[in-house]
T-cell receptor
Framework: SQTIHQWPATLVQPVGSPLSLECTVE??????LYWYRQAAGRGLQLLFY??????ISSEVPQNLSASRPQDRQFILSSKKLLLSDSGFYLC???????????????FGPGTRLTVL | GENVEQHPSTLSVQEGDSAVIKCTYS??????FPWYKQELGKRPQLIID?????GEKKDQRIAVTLNKTAKHFSLHITETQPEDSAVYFC???????????FGAGTRLFVKA
C-alpha cells in the first residue's frame, strides 16, 4: 500500500531563516506530487506541483521554491522566511493519470510552520 | 485563472438536520469535482466525487449535485451526526489533468 511521509511535523523558525520541508511517498512510482499551504481558517492553496523528476510548476509567486531530486521525494524550501509563511503545509500525491482517470489527491500528515 | 468559490464558510446545524454546502467554479474545462473532509488536526480525505457527465451522485447520507451549465455543484449531508463535524473542501479539476483547485472550505458544526 502507498504511504506518504512529511517531516518535521512542527517547526518554529525566526523571520529570515531558511526552510526545508521534506515529503516522501512509498509504494508507488512516478506519482504527481503537490505542495499546498493551509493558512489558519483558510482553504488549501496550491503552491507547487510536479509531474516528474526535476519538473516543477509554480502556482503562486513568492519566496518559496520546490525541488524533486528523486521520483518520490518532494522538497519545499525558502532562503528567508517571512511572517506570512506561517501555516500548515501539506504534501500530496496522485496517480499519474491517464486520459480518463480522476486526479484523487492523497495528503500527507502536514507540517505546522510558525514563523516568529 | 481558475477559481473555486465555496459558501458558507461556517455552518452550524442540529444533529439530525441536513447540511448543504455550495461551490461555483470558473474554468469551463473542469469536469471532475471532488469533495474532501478534514477532521480537526488530520489530513483532508476524499469523501465523494462527481464527473461532469453525471448530474447527481449519492453515497449513503451524502450526495453531490452538479449543474454544469451554471457551473455550480453542491454537497448535501442528511441526518447529520456529531462525527460529521469537520472542514469540507470542494474542488475542481480536469479528468486527466494535474491540477486541483480547492475552495476555501466550510467548517461544519453538528450540535448534539
Amino acid at each position: 500500500s502507498q504511504t506518504i511521509h512529511q517531516w518535521p511535523a512542527t517547526l518554529v523558525q525566526p523571520v529570515g531563516s531558511p526552510l526545508s520541508l521534506e515529503c516522501t511517498v512509498e509504494g508507488t512510482s512516478n506519482p504527481n506530487l503537490y505542495w499546498y499551504r493551509q493558512a489558519a481558517g483558510r482553504g488549501l492553496q496550491l503552491l507547487f506541483y510536479s509531474v516528474g523528476i526535476g519538473q516543477i510548476s509554480s502556482e503562486v509567486p513568492q519566496n518559496l521554491s520546490a525541488s524533486r531530486p528523486q521520483d518520490r521525494q518532494f522538497i519545499l524550501s525558502s532562503k528567508k522566511l517571512l511572517l506570512s509563511d506561517s501555516g500548515f503545509y501539506l504534501c500530496a500525491w496522485s496517480v499519474q493519470v491517464g486520459r480518463f482517470d480522476k486526479n484523487e489527491q492523497f495528503f500527507g500528515p502536514g507540517t505546522r510552520l510558525t514563523v516568529l | 485563472g481558475e477559481n473555486v468559490e465555496q459558501h458558507p464558510s461556517t455552518l452550524s446545524v442540529q444533529e439530525g438536520d441536513s447540511a448543504v454546502i455550495k461551490c461555483t467554479y470558473s474554468d469551463s474545462a473542469s469536469n471532475y469535482f471532488p469533495w474532501y473532509k478534514q477532521e480537526l488536526g488530520k489530513r483532508p480525505q476524499l469523501i465523494i466525487d462527481i464527473r461532469s457527465n453525471v448530474g447527481e451522485k449519492k453515497d449513503q447520507r451524502i450526495a453531490v449535485t452538479l449543474n454544469k451549465t451554471a457551473k455550480h455543484f453542491s454537497l448535501h449531508i442528511t441526518e447529520t451526526q456529531p462525527e460529521d463535524s469537520a472542514v469540507y473542501f470542494c474542488a475542481a479539476s480536469s479528468v486527466g489533468g494535474f491540477k486541483t483547485i480547492f475552495g476555501a472550505g466550510t467548517r461544519l458544526f453538528v450540535k448534539a
